[in-house]
């Protein structure tokens, strides 16, 4: 088993990854059993694919459990349902130091955590996070949120979990667009600051997509570092560190917005082309050589991943997308930071830069 510390003073937890782990999950649970049944939130989709394995490994620890199966999606971390799962929690006698298990993709560990920020003033939760993006990102560093009509992730609380446990082998059963979607963040993490990662990437992301269990196991250790090392630097996005992993995520933001929020264009998947279009904006400023540019889309693109406008679909006139970014949330006092390259592994943070200029690069896209 490979474990992750994050180090937060007394907000410090583990991030536990071992493929077979969620049938093993009992012992990892059982500190944490109370005169309660644990109560264990998912959606529609994980219920049918992995609670199985989760119920057979607390049974046989003699741990009870409650399932709360909520419908999959995006539409999921809304008011109404953080109403309902909250209701649920306090008719089920939820006390501060009781534990709520997180079991699916970001979705869930947004709204558990999110709710376990805010019942009885916070109690404690615990994430085992079931898709690639929710294992090499969501589910460490203690950002939940739930969306409001004006838009994604607008309310929210900073509530660190209690413990991560990662099975890569959950994976099995998530189809493989979600994972190509997931594994954008896995690249994300090379791309920011670790030049030998994103060369590991180019050799081994083939295989990760193909279920090989090393690579997989490998990838998410190595991802989770290093959001636990930036985490622990800047939990609370302060200091401009954690706004790092936020790279490609302007970008991608506007192709999401313009296809809607939909399947057309997965978060991940906005990523990915987000990355592309953020290394070559960076070659545009004449900041980032068009060889580490290339070598971005072609590994982007050698995994199925889209690295251009038009990989992804889209056919908006640059003036529209800056439009759309200009509604993100990280716009503070009315600019728009952005993260560009100076080369592979070397991620910045811009803040002068002109969006009448973007809209110019967008359009030769
Ligand atoms: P998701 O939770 O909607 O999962 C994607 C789909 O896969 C769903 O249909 C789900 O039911 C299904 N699924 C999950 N695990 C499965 C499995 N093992 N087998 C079969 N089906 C499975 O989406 P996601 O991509 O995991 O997460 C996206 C969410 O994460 C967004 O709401 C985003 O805002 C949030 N997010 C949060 C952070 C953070 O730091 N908190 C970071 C990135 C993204
Ligand atoms: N996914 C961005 C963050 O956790 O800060």
Redesign the pocket.
Known sequence: MTIVPVSLGERSYEVRIEAGLLDRAGDALAPYKTNRPFLVVT????A???WHRLEAALRSAGLQAELVTLP???S??SWAHLEALTDRMIEHGIERRDHVIAL???????LV?FAAAIVKRGCNFIQI??????QV?????????I?SRAG??LL?AFHQPALVLIDPD??????AR?VG??YA?VVKYGLIDDPAFFEWCEANGRALLDGDSEARAYAIARSVAAKAAIVAEDERETSGRRAL?NLGHTFGHALEAETGFSDRL???EGVAAGMALAFGYSVRRGECSGQDAGRVVAHLRAVGLPASLADAGIEASGARLVEHMLHDKKMSAGTLPFLLARGIGQTYLAKDVDLADVAAFLDGR
């Open positions: 959606d529609a989709n994980v049918a694919a992995q999959a999606g995006e999921t971390k699916g993709g970001g979705v869930i560990g947004d955590g996070p079931t898709t690639l993006l929710a990102d969501s589910s460490v560093g203690g950002k939940t949120a969306n994604k992730n929210g959950t994976l099995d059963t998530l189809g979600e979607a997931g963040e992993l997965l978060h991940g």
